[in-house]
């Protein structure tokens, strides 16, 4: 708690006791988790003036909210991780791209630059809730149901086709070998893609 939400942990730990509390100030406001659970009763009068159940619950249920809420940070810092590790990984794979296209292993460099396309493809569909029926989806697949449900325009759809009609120009044995340059649009068209789509 105190790591995920310090901002809320005083607040939380108010819930269950206040460290520093006159004892003849407890009323509503004041009574905690501690109170109820130690048997503490206020009376005025020979008459209960807390409900201590409903003290008890109001109190027990704030620190349920504010626990559910870390677990939304959670979400969101395991999110944060795992972007910052998908990007490393993405500029290495690139990276190495980039050597073998220097070193004119085209098909090579097309098939590595294909690869994380596609990765980049399947998370933006994750990101959009969008799921994929195939067990084991293309770029096509990604492109065509990243269209239907509006999240490319039709410029951005024919652009990542291209882009898969190259690698698999570079993984599969076709009628002719890829050029420098249609790799090199591959890994342009790649670097671009996964810096501006989410």
Not at 85 to 108: I, P, V, Y
Not at 162 to 183: A, M, Q, S, W, Y
Request: net charge negative; proline share 3%.
């Amino acid at each position: 708690m105190k790591q995920l939400l310090p901002d809320r942990f005083q607040e939380f730990q108010d819930q269950y006791r206040f460290e520093k509390r006159p004892v003849k100030g407890i009323d509503f406001t004041t009574y905690t988790i501690y109170d109820y659970l130690m048997g503490i009763h206020v009376k005025r009068g020979g008459v209960d003036v807390i409900d201590t159940y409903i003290s008890f619950s109001t109190r027990f249920s704030h620190q349920l909210d504010i626990f559910r809420s870390t677990l939304d940070r959670i979400d969101s810092r395991l999110t944060d991780i795992e972007g910052i590790l998908q990007s490393e990984l993405f500029d290495h794979e690139l990276e190495a791209a980039d050597d073998l296209l220097k070193k004119n292993h085209l098909r090579a460099a097309g098939a590595l630059a294909g690869v994380s396309l596609e990765i980049h493809l399947n998370h933006v569909c994750a990101n959009h809730g969008i799921k994929i029926s195939k067990k084991s989806p293309t770029i096509s697949d990604f492109t065509e149901k990243l269209k239907a449900e509006g999240v490319f325009d039709i410029p951005t759809w024919r652009h990542i086709l291209h882009l898969g009609d190259i690698r698999n120009l570079c993984v599969h044995n076709k009628d002719r070998e890829p050029t420098f340059d249609e790799v090199s649009d591959l890994l342009s068209g790649t670097k671009k893609f996964i810096a501006t789509t989410f």
